[in-house]
């Protein structure tokens, strides 16, 4: 397998809008970000996955862009992007920008024009057909509900949109859209960035006619065109966005001869808490087989060909620790287990935002808490559908994209150090108790177990490109696996649970890391795990 630096490096990613505010209106902003590269550093990241930080009307939080050019005046100016590229380079971090290609915003030109004559040159860039006011084209639904088609006043005809109807969908088929989009992918390498992460891209390829949404027939040849066009030749990472693969899908896109992207971000294993066929509001307790497998899975697949993208958070999943941990009584204990899990594996893997500090999800109590529209349109989307209020909420408490949203807690002042103003969002309350500032000052903390992590990967070829082989796949408790390199061997033995359990293993173990006090040399024979323990060991003879 190719060696390559993005295998061994740790992505970050920023949520610009509640990370750090430098200016006091509330909202987070670039200098805010420039101001904690230091954090960055002493946590050991080597990648900033930006979220979107274009200008936008801000419908879906900067994913709808009405420049792709330029950058939001709420996070600064582009002189500032260029410094915080520059100063990440100094530092040895580079820059992953978002790039929104399935869609833009209803405010950009493009569809400014494209909506005001059906004969104006832009008219093809974005989808439109034909019906009236009481018929929709056709069936199709927004990922964020209600139809994904909105009628047009100016010329009386939809357009699709896939999200919300402030977003409407590109259409990929025109090639001078295609020509645009390479142009501006070219602007920002030219700027110095080193990577991209490529929203919904499996969406690309749709085919509204035969309701193809996903992994429609044409995606593939897209992406390879934009390789060739863009950052093909050049030293750059890419991770697609890709709620619909399955492992075969998984493998065109990141095997490195289809010269498409490097890896995807593929959601399979998020749904190991989702009634199968149902929505991501459809709950039910984890399956934790299916979780271990589909994890497995994913590792053996793309084992020979292709690369995987490991991570457990971003700005649409709610925080983790109250996800799959405990985020009460062993909040600690089970974010490092966690994050054992996870970047004990092979692949590249993504930390966001508060996640090295164990941040939680927030007490929501009413609708009124929440910004998200998808959060907001589901409410009311299922209140008409006779859901009870109940129901609705635990689902939202649960899976809502604004858990991960809050501020960033920094310390223990005026609204968590996120900002000296009033905040955009809300901050959690817990905040005197979980923040950057605490965690810094205590050597057991998460923080430091996440930078540990880190720089095992750095340090240890193994944790790299190590093969991988689960171990114990019908334990309904431990988390388990082993990585191999020349005759070198590590276990990683994890107590998913809070019950006490027992793990056996021929051999010994020296360890190499743990979220409990250990002998340095231990017995595999028996372990008995206690709480969330998690062990990183090599098997000694
Ligand atoms: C992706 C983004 C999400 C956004 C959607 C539409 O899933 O991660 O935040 O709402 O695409 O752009
Ligand atoms: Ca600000």
Same mark, same amino acid.
């Given at each position: 397998?190719?060696?390559?630096?993005?295998?061994?490096?740790?992505?970050?990613?920023?949520?610009?809008?509640?990370?750090?505010?430098?200016?006091?209106?509330?909202?987070?902003?670039?200098?805010?970000?420039?101001?904690?590269?230091?954090?960055?550093?002493?946590?050991?990241?080597?990648?900033?996955?930006?979220?979107?930080?274009?200008?936008?009307?801000?419908?879906?939080?900067?994913?709808?862009?009405?420049?792709?050019?330029?950058?939001?005046?709420?996070?600064?100016?582009?002189?500032?992007?260029?410094?915080?590229?520059?100063?990440?380079?100094?530092?040895?971090?580079?820059?992953?920008?978002?790039?929104?290609?399935?869609?833009?915003?209803?405010?950009?030109?493009?569809?400014?024009?494209?909506?005001?004559?059906?004969?104006?040159?832009?008219?093809?860039?974005?989808?439109?057909?034909?019906?009236?006011?009481?018929?929709?084209?056709?069936?199709?639904?927004?990922?964020?509900?209600?139809?994904?088609?909105?009628?047009?006043?100016?010329?009386?005809?939809?357009?699709?949109?896939?999200?919300?109807?402030?977003?409407?969908?590109?259409?990929?088929?025109?090639?001078?859209?295609?020509?645009?989009?390479?142009?501006?992918?070219?602007?920002?390498?030219?700027?110095?960035?080193?990577?991209?992460?490529?929203?919904?891209?499996?969406?690309?390829?749709?085919?509204?006619?035969?309701?193809?949404?996903?992994?429609?027939?044409?995606?593939?040849?897209?992406?390879?065109?934009?390789?060739?066009?863009?950052?093909?030749?050049?030293?750059?990472?890419?991770?697609?966005?890709?709620?619909?693969?399955?492992?075969?899908?998984?493998?065109?896109?990141?095997?490195?001869?289809?010269?498409?992207?490097?890896?995807?971000?593929?959601?399979?294993?998020?749904?190991?808490?989702?009634?199968?066929?149902?929505?991501?509001?459809?709950?039910?307790?984890?399956?934790?087989?299916?979780?271990?497998?589909?994890?497995?899975?994913?590792?053996?697949?793309?084992?020979?060909?292709?690369?995987?993208?490991?991570?457990?958070?971003?700005?649409?999943?709610?925080?983790?620790?109250?996800?799959?941990?405990?985020?009460?009584?062993?909040?600690?204990?089970?974010?490092?287990?966690?994050?054992?899990?996870?970047?004990?594996?092979?692949?590249?893997?993504?930390?966001?935002?508060?996640?090295?500090?164990?941040?939680?999800?927030?007490?929501?109590?009413?609708?009124?808490?929440?910004?998200?529209?998808?959060?907001?349109?589901?409410?009311?989307?299922?209140?008409?559908?006779?859901?009870?209020?109940?129901?609705?909420?635990?689902?939202?408490?649960?899976?809502?994209?604004?858990?991960?949203?809050?501020?960033?807690?920094?310390?223990?002042?005026?609204?968590?150090?996120?900002?000296?103003?009033?905040?955009?969002?809300?901050?959690?309350?817990?905040?005197?108790?979980?923040?950057? *500032?605490?965690?810094? /000052?205590? $050597?057991?903390?998460?923080?430091? =177990?996440? &930078?540990?992590? @880190?720089? +095992?990967?750095? !340090?240890?070829?193994?944790?790299?490109?190590?093969?991988?082989?689960?171990?114990?796949?019908?334990?309904?408790?431990?988390?388990?696996?082993?990585?191999?390199?020349?005759?070198?061997?590590?276990?990683?033995?994890?107590?998913?649970?809070?019950?006490?359990?027992?793990? *056996?293993?021929?051999? /010994?173990? $020296?360890?190499?890391?743990?979220? =409990?006090? &250990?002998?340095? @040399?231990? +017995?595999?024979? !028996?372990?008995?795990?206690?709480?969330?323990?998690?062990?990183?060991?090599?098997?000694?003879?």
């Amino acid at each position: 397998m190719e060696e390559k630096w993005w295998k061994n490096s740790v992505v970050y990613q920023i949520y610009p809008r509640s990370f750090c505010d430098s200016n006091r209106d509330g909202i987070g902003d670039i200098n805010g970000i420039r101001s904690k590269l230091w954090y960055l550093k002493e946590l050991g990241i080597d990648i900033i996955w930006l979220s979107p930080v274009y200008p936008s009307p801000n419908a879906d939080n900067g994913y709808d862009i009405s420049d792709y050019y330029g950058i939001s005046p709420e996070f600064g100016t582009l002189e500032d992007m260029k410094k915080l590229i520059q100063e990440c380079e100094n530092n040895d971090i580079h820059i992953m920008m978002d790039l929104v290609l399935n869609h833009t915003s209803d405010e950009h030109p493009w569809f400014l024009e494209a909506k005001s004559a059906t004969d104006n040159p832009y008219r093809e860039y974005y989808i439109w057909r034909k019906g009236d006011i009481d018929h929709v084209p056709n069936d199709m639904t927004s990922c964020f509900g209600g139809s994904a088609w909105e009628y047009s006043q100016q010329t009386g005809e939809y357009y699709l949109h896939f999200f919300h109807k402030k977003q409407p969908d590109l259409n990929w088929e025109n090639k001078n859209v295609r020509a645009e989009i390479w142009k501006m992918i070219n602007y920002w390498i030219d700027l110095g960035v080193k990577g991209f992460r490529l929203d919904v891209i499996d969406m690309i390829g749709k085919v509204p006619d035969l309701k193809i949404k996903e992994n429609g027939p044409k995606l593939h040849e897209y992406l390879q065109e934009m390789n060739k066009k863009t950052f093909g030749n050049k030293d750059i990472v890419t991770v697609g966005e890709c709620w619909g693969a399955d492992t075969e899908i998984g493998k065109l896109y990141s095997s490195p001869e289809r010269k498409e992207l490097n890896m995807i971000f593929q959601f399979e294993q998020m749904q190991s808490d989702q009634i199968e066929g149902g929505e991501k509001w459809d709950l039910k307790p984890l399956d934790f087989i299916y979780l271990k497998n589909t994890f497995a899975k994913w590792q053996k697949e793309l084992a020979e060909c292709g690369w995987n993208s490991l991570f457990w958070n971003n700005h649409d999943l709610p925080r983790i620790v109250s996800r799959w941990g405990n985020d009460k009584k062993y909040r600690v204990e089970s974010a490092k287990m966690l994050a054992t899990v996870l970047h004990g594996m092979k692949g590249t893997p993504y930390i966001y935002q508060g996640e090295e500090i164990g941040m939680t999800n927030y007490p929501f109590s009413n609708i009124e808490d929440f910004a998200d529209v998808e959060a907001i349109n589901m409410y009311y989307e299922r209140k008409q559908k006779g859901y009870s209020q109940e129901s609705i909420m635990k689902s939202l408490c649960a899976k809502a994209r604004d858990n991960a949203r809050t501020p960033m807690q920094w310390d223990n002042s005026h609204e968590a150090g996120f900002t000296e103003g009033k905040p955009w969002y809300h901050v959690n309350p817990n905040y005197t108790k979980i923040n950057v *500032e605490m965690a810094l /000052k205590d $050597k057991n903390s998460i923080f430091y =177990y996440y &930078q540990k992590l @880190i720089k +095992l990967r750095k !340090q240890n070829t193994i944790l790299v490109y190590g093969t991988f082989e689960l171990l114990c796949a019908e334990n309904k408790h431990i988390f388990a696996y082993a990585r191999q390199w020349n005759e070198k061997k590590w276990l990683i033995i994890c107590n998913f649970y809070e019950e006490l359990t027992t793990f *056996e293993y021929s051999g /010994k173990g $020296k360890i190499i890391l743990s979220n =409990y006090e &250990q002998q340095e @040399i231990i +017995l595999l024979e !028996q372990i008995k795990l206690r709480p969330y323990e998690a062990i990183i060991c090599e098997v000694i003879v």
